[in-house]
């Protein structure tokens, strides 16, 4: 079992920036390469980004290329996602996950371990 808990949300007006944090617990997490997703009301979740168990390899959807990047430190056991130039859009509940396929997936199915996921509102 791998625990997993978002922090970091919060409000921000347009353009600004947060981080969000994932710390993990139970399995080795380093073994895990990691995704965050987010969910606005009344929409699917959708993929964000993904990052493989090393932190060499991220991929980011197109809605948040050059905006949003995705890291982790596997001695803390955490993985993080900046959020920058933030928009109205982005406002969603986004949710860390962990997955066994080495370099994570777009889409969800593919993720063992999912957080409870943290509350990013963007003013406009």
């Known amino acids: 079992q791998v625990q997993l808990v978002e922090s970091g949300g919060g409000l921000v007006q347009a353009g600004g920036s947060l981080r969000l944090s994932c710390a993990a617990s139970g399995r080795t997490f380093s073994g895990y390469a990691m995704g965050w997703f987010r969910q606005a009301p009344g929409k699917e979740r959708e993929f964000v980004a993904r990052?493989?168990?090393?932190?060499?390899?991220?991929y980011n959807a197109d809605s948040v290329k050059g905006r949003f990047t995705a890291s982790r430190d596997n001695a803390k056991n955490t993985v993080y996602l900046q959020l920058n130039s933030l928009k109205p859009e982005d406002t969603a509940v986004y949710y860390c996950a962990a997955s066994r396929y080495p370099t994570g997936s777009e889409i969800s199915r593919y993720y063992d371990y999912w957080g409870q996921g943290t509350q990013v509102t963007v003013s406009s």
């Open positions: 990052i493989n168990w090393s932190g060499s390899t991220t």
